[in-house]
């Protein structure tokens, strides 16, 4: 299930509790635990109801600015069922606490154990001291491109890099991975001596979802973070407008719930993520003129030079 981030940043305060979606079947059920951007969200209650039957109170709880915006996101994919589905916030995710502890010398060799195991039950062979190596000196690199220098498939690649995330040792980003303080620990430990790495960057990372065009665009404004976009977005605004690139209501482009996930280019879904200002989400300003950059651009070419 897709939340958005302003979404998500508002179900962590409590001014949301209800999300609309159009599906065939549920996708959830209650007592469904997600692990998002901003710490769990459980799934309360779950029930198909009528378009018709909404209320004001639905679209106020679901952060909907009318009811006319909820009933128009939900006129997407009309012939499917439409489901309410109740959600909370349930603290944090557990292994961003796991990432952010340094293991000590018998938490070292239990970590070990467990990677011994996973090399073992490995088809391909060891696998997971070569995957952390690779991130540790290649940070932020995708993963079609690290999967490459290992010689493997990326989505076997991401699925292992997954492991090692669970067991706290790596982060994800936008684009590649790092490892965590705990990763770098397990790495350091099997070194001669501690590895020099960068210094790590604080503030909080680009949203993941607003896709790799998007990110590659901001880093090349010299913006990596939420925080650095906070101030770029004093000084710049989107070079197009949301209302000259989609017929849709801007609330509907921000949280199209009536439906799956609009598939279509990595740039024009970072755009649609970055053209809804919301107030939970102060930076929206920057990341829409960085992202924009290539949806935009492509928008604007003349019409005799785009593909029939």
């Known amino acids: 299930m897709m939340i958005r981030p302003a979404e998500l940043a508002a179900i962590k305060a409590g001014t949301i509790d209800l999300a609309f979606r159009r599906w065939a079947r549920p996708r959830v059920v209650v007592g469904t635990r997600m692990r998002t951007a901003v710490g769990v969200v459980e799934v309360t209650s779950l029930e198909q109801v009528s378009v018709s039957g909404l209320r004001a109170e639905d679209a106020r709880r679901a952060g909907a600015p009318s009811l006319t915006a909820l009933k128009e996101a939900l006129a997407a994919r009309s012939s499917e069922p439409a489901w309410r589905i109740g959600l909370t916030y349930a603290g944090p995710d557990p292994r961003e606490a796991l990432r952010e502890s340094v293991p000590d010398a018998d938490e070292i060799a239990a970590i070990n154990a467990r ?85 790590r960057q604080d503030g909080t990372p680009l949203p993941r979802t607003i896709g790799a065009p998007a990110t590659r665009a901001l880093r090349e404004a010299g913006v990596s973070t939420l925080e650095d976009l906070t101030s770029y977005s004093a000084d710049h605004s989107p070079p197009c407008t949301a209302s000259a690139r989609s017929p849709s209501p801007g609330w509907a482009r921000r949280w199209p719930s009536a439906a799956s996930p609009t598939r279509g280019s990595s740039a024009r879904r970072g755009a649609q993520w970055a053209m809804s200002p919301t107030p939970s989400v102060p930076i929206t300003t920057a990341m829409a003129e960085s992202s924009t950059r290539h949806a935009c651009g492509r928008a604007n070419r003349p019409r005799s030079s785009r593909a029939p």
């Open 115 to 199: 990677l011994d195991r996973l090399d073992a039950a490995s088809p391909h062979g060891p696998w997971t001291r070569e995957t952390l190596d690779l991130i540790d000196l290649n940070p932020t690199v995708r993963a079609p491109d690290l999967a490459a220098r290992a010689g493997r498939e990326t989505a076997d690649f991401k699925k292992d890099v997954r492991k090692l995330k669970e067991l706290g040792l790596t982060e994800s980003l936008a684009i590649g991975y790092l490892l965590s303080p705990r990763g770098e620990a397990v790495v350091d430990a099997g070194l001669p001596a501690p590895r020099d790495r960068a210094p």
